[in-house]
């Protein structure tokens, strides 16, 4: 018999993994209340702690988990898209290791209804165990929801589904808990803006003296003063400082690419 009525559409989490065991321990308890979601497909960039045999231990009888080993080759979504091939159903729903849906969305993906449209949920930031109320990283909604058949995901790096169809901006949230240490924040700065500064050069977008002192410069002005970063105290201004870092690194290794590529 289905786990589901006559209404309601089978969904596939898509999750994509490297050394992510912790978060995966904490994260997914929620799935035992959602019937709707049958499948995970888990596409794992070479882990080498216990995050497969973790994943491996939500399979039940009516959740089945899939895993693909595939390196992740500096395109987030290339590897995103090759998931979506994979999945049984057209609905996907996917997050990241470390979030969870809140218990209105997790009452809302239990009884999904079909429709024409992609779904876009809010995500409420935690850093460095507080949450972020302002600055860039708060207020912003995502498209995690969606039809398959209607669109693909595009960028390196900070991917987004692209797609033909419209969005539905939903009043439900997604809790995210990233960065348990400053040191794994600043590491993963450094490895996005690597991927994000080579995309920007294959596509022949240039850097420059100026852009590598004021866009930092006009990061942190917007952050920490504009978005109210500042009324988030010592987390608003660590956060505000670290975005700045990110544009400044995105521009400087484009910068250093020019350079040495000739």
């Not at 006559?6 to 989490?13: A, G, V, W, Y």
């Not at 080498?48 to 987030?76: H, M, P, Q, W, Y």
């Not at 952050?223 to 700045?244: K, Q």
Request: proline share 2%; hydrophobic share 35%.
């Amino acid at each position: 018999m289905s786990r589901l009525n006559k209404k309601t559409q089978n969904i596939s989490l898509l999750l994509l993994t490297k050394n992510e065991s912790e978060n995966i321990k904490i994260n997914f308890d929620w799935l035992s209340e959602c019937p709707t979601i049958n499948e995970i497909i888990v596409v794992d960039d070479n882990s080498t702690d216990d995050t497969k045999k973790i994943i491996k231990s939500l399979e039940t009888k009516t959740l089945t988990v899939k895993i693909f080993n595939r390196g992740l080759a500096n395109n987030f979504s290339a590897q995103r898209n090759y998931g979506i091939e994979k999945s049984k159903n057209n609905w996907i729903l996917w997050l990241d290791a470390d979030e969870r849906p809140d218990n209105k969305m997790i009452s809302f993906l239990s009884s999904f209804d079909f429709s024409g449209s992609n779904y876009s949920f809010g995500r409420n930031d935690f850093f460095l165990g507080h949450q972020l109320k302002h600055g860039e990283t708060a207020n912003l909604s995502f498209v995690r929801l969606f039809d398959k058949k209607h669109g693909t995901f595009v960028n390196r790096v900070h991917e987004v589904w692209k797609s033909d169809l419209p969005v539905k901006h939903t009043n439900f949230h997604i809790l995210h808990h990233p960065h348990k240490t400053f040191y794994s924040f600043i590491s993963k700065i450094n490895f996005y803006t690597t991927i994000r500064s080579q995309e920007l050069f294959d596509t022949k977008v240039t850097s420059n003296i100026f852009e590598i002192i004021f866009y930092p410069l006009g990061k942190f002005i917007q952050n920490y003063i504009l978005r109210l970063g500042l009324l988030d105290g010592t987390p608003g201004i660590i956060m505000a400082l670290s975005m700045s870092l990110h544009s400044f690194l995105v521009r400087a290794k484009l910068w250093h690419l020019y350079q040495t590529s000739y």
